[in-house]
C-alpha cells in the first residue's frame, strides 16, 4: 500500500509523511525529489506546471513506487488527473493499478503563505500558491481518499492516517 499525502505547497506533506513513514517503518518518497531541473528552474521563477511539464515526473513517481511493497509519498498530485496517473501510469486500462491511499492536507491560502515565508531552501514560491489552490481538486468517492485539517498538530495527523489504515 502508498499513502499519498496530497496538497499545495505549505500544507505538511513532508512533516507528516516523514513522521507517518518513520511510525510505521516504511519508505518515504518525496516527489519533490523527482521534478526535472527545468521544472524546478520554472517553478523558482514563479512559473507553473503545466500537464506536459507534469507528466513525465508523475509516470516517474509510479515507476518508483511500483517497486515498493510499502511507502508514503508526498505530492502535491492537486488534480485528479494526476492521482490517476499515479494509480496506473502510463497504463490508462488500470492493469498496472498501485494501491494508494489519498490524504488530503487541507489549508487556507494565508496559513500556507505564512508556511511557506517561513521555510528555507525550497524552490517553490509564496506566489505560487494561489496557483495551485485554482488547481486543485479535491478527492471525491471514485478515489481511495481522506481529507484532514492541515492545521492540526502532526502527531494527530500521524493518529487519524493510522486509525483509517488500521480499519480499512
Not at 511539464?53 to 508514503?72: F, Q
Not at 494526476?82 to 487541507?106: C, K, M, N, W
Not at 488547481?135 to 502527531?155: F, G
Request: charged content about 25%; aromatic content about 4%; hydrophobic content about 40%.
Amino acid at each position: 500500500m502508498i499513502i499519498a499525502l496530497i496538497g499545495p505547497c505549505g500544507c505538511g506533506k513532508t512533516t507528516v509523511g516523514l513522521a507517518l513513514a518513520r511510525k510505521l517503518g516504511w519508505n518515504f518518497i518525496d516527489a519533490d525529489d523527482y521534478h526535472s531541473e527545468e521544472n524546478r528552474n520554472k517553478m523558482a521563477k514563479s512559473i507553473p506546471l503545466d500537464d506536459n511539464d507534469r507528466m513525465p515526473w508523475l509516470i516517474s513517481l509510479h515507476k518508483r513506487m511500483s517497486r515498493e511493497a510499502n511507502s508514503v509519498l508526498a505530492c502535491s498530485a492537486l488534480r485528479r488527473a494526476y492521482r490517476q496517473v499515479l494509480v496506473r501510469g502510463a497504463h490508462p486500462t488500470g492493469d498496472h493499478e498501485i494501491d494508494i491511499l489519498f490524504v488530503l492536507l487541507s489549508a487556507d491560502e494565508t496559513i500556507l503563505e505564512q508556511r511557506l515565508r517561513h521555510r528555507k531552501g525550497h524552490f517553490m514560491p509564496v506566489t505560487l500558491i494561489s496557483s495551485q489552490l485554482a488547481t486543485l481538486e479535491p478527492p471525491d468517492n471514485t478515489e481511495k481518499n481522506m481529507v484532514l485539517d492541515a492545521t492540526e498538530s502532526c502527531e494527530i495527523l500521524v493518529e487519524k492516517i493510522l486509525e483509517k489504515i488500521n480499519s480499512s
